[in-house]
């Protein structure tokens, strides 16, 4: 039972981590690239060591596992942030067909701020 759980981990995990390299291949911008690699990546990355840990069965390497999907869990979408938010500070703009660019115009480079939401101004 423990051999077939570890299988459905690991092809769920490489499922995802393929996912995650399809999408970053086939999506027109950075934005969708970057949103493709943090989540599916890091669901990826968790399956696996979830399957590590399921077939060891061991406390330390248990521990290891748990550890390195905490890491995962909590860096990859902060990273990703950071990356998206560089990319929009740098002048890289989504892709025309993703709709509307909500940041157009209220983004100001000098200072690094926005403006209020507009619905805030009710």
């Given at each position: 039972?423990?051999?077939?759980l570890?299988?459905?981990?690991i ?5 995802l ?8 291949l ?5 934005y969708a690239?970057?949103h493709a ?9 968790g399956?696996?060591?979830a399957?590590?840990a ?9 521990i290891?596992?748990v550890v ?5 869990v ?6 990703a942030h950071?990356?998206?938010?560089a990319?929009?500070?740098?002048g890289v ?11 157009s ?6 200072m690094?701020?926005l ?7 009710e």
């Amino acid at each position: 039972m423990i051999e077939l759980l570890t299988a459905v981990l690991i092809f769920l995990g490489c499922f995802l981590c393929l996912s995650a390299s399809v999408g970053i291949l086939r999506f027109p911008d950075v934005y969708a690239r970057m949103h493709a690699a943090s989540k599916a990546g890091t669901l990826g990355i968790g399956f696996l060591f979830a399957a590590v840990a399921v077939h060891f069965s061991d406390v330390d390497i248990t521990i290891r596992a748990v550890v390195g999907i905490l890491f995962f869990v909590l860096t990859a979408p902060i990273s990703a942030h950071l990356l998206a938010r560089a990319a929009y500070w740098a002048g890289v703009k989504p892709w025309a067909g993703a709709g509307v660019d909500h940041l157009s115009g209220r983004y100001h480079k000098e200072m690094h701020r926005l403006d209020a939401y507009p619905f805030d101004k009710e």
